[in-house]
Structure formats: C-alpha cells, structure tokens
Nanobody, 126 residues
Framework: VQLVESGGGWVQPGGSLRLSCAAS????????VSWFRQAPGKEREFVTG????????PRADSVKGRFTISRDNAGNTVYLHMTYLKPEDTGVYYC????????????????????WGQGTQVTVSS
C-alpha cells in the first residue's frame, strides 16, 4: 500500500484548505485512515481519523468544529477539510492507514498504523 498526500500550501489565518490522501496498491485491507501533523520541534500528533464505513471520526480537541474528515472508498481517497485555520495549525500533515480496526481511543497512537504517507506542508500565516 502506498499513501500520497496532496493539497498543502500557504494560507492566511481564517482560510481553508482541503488535503487529500490517495491510496494505491492492496487497498482492500485498509480499515482506519487517520491524519497526523507535526510542527517544528514538536512530536507528531493525532488530528482525526475515519473508519472504513465512515461511522467513526474522532477528532483532537484543537480541531473540533473546524476540521472534517471524509472518505471515498471507491476512489481510495481520504480528505481532510480544514477551515478557520490558525497559525498553530502549521506543520507537516501525514495520513496513515491501519489494516486493523482498533478501539477509537487508541487511534492517536502512531504505532497502530501500518502505512504512512510522505507528508504535505501546511503553513498558516499572514
């Protein structure tokens, strides 16, 4: 399985971006797909995730009400819709895929994921 993120870039505070995570290869086994981000000098942190059927979409408190995740299983793509962006949202955004359905409480653990993309940079500044 290969994951490729796209859609990052520079945006002013209050703006919006949509990130895409396209999966290829043996994608039929993928269950959970999540987005993580890493700011300079900080650890990678969980942003949000989505289960295979889309019924579970936990989000970090810092993005609730602003970020939404969606999934197009036919197109093997997961999207991260980001609105009302803040400077503290700046970082490299990674998508990650798991072949197992873990309890949602463990989704923030990077070790739960089997595949990672290379990341896409998001910069929020004026």
């Amino acid at each position: 399985v290969q994951l490729v993120e796209s859609g990052g870039g520079w945006v002013q505070p209050g703006g919006s971006l949509r990130l895409s995570c396209a999966a290829s290869g043996r994608t039929f086994g993928i269950d959970t797909v999540s987005w993580f981000r890493q700011a300079p000098g900080k650890e990678r942190e969980f942003v949000t995730g989505i289960s295979r059927g889309g019924g579970s979409t936990p989000r970090a408190d810092s993005v609730k009400g602003r970020f939404t995740i969606s999934r197009d299983n036919a197109g093997n793509t997961v999207y991260l819709h980001m609105t009302y962006l803040k400077p503290e949202d700046t970082g490299v955004y990674y998508c990650a895929a798991s072949l197992r359905r873990w309890n949602t409480g463990s989704w923030p653990d990077p070790d739960r994921y089997d595949y990672w993309g290379q990341g896409t940079q998001v910069t929020v500044s004026s």
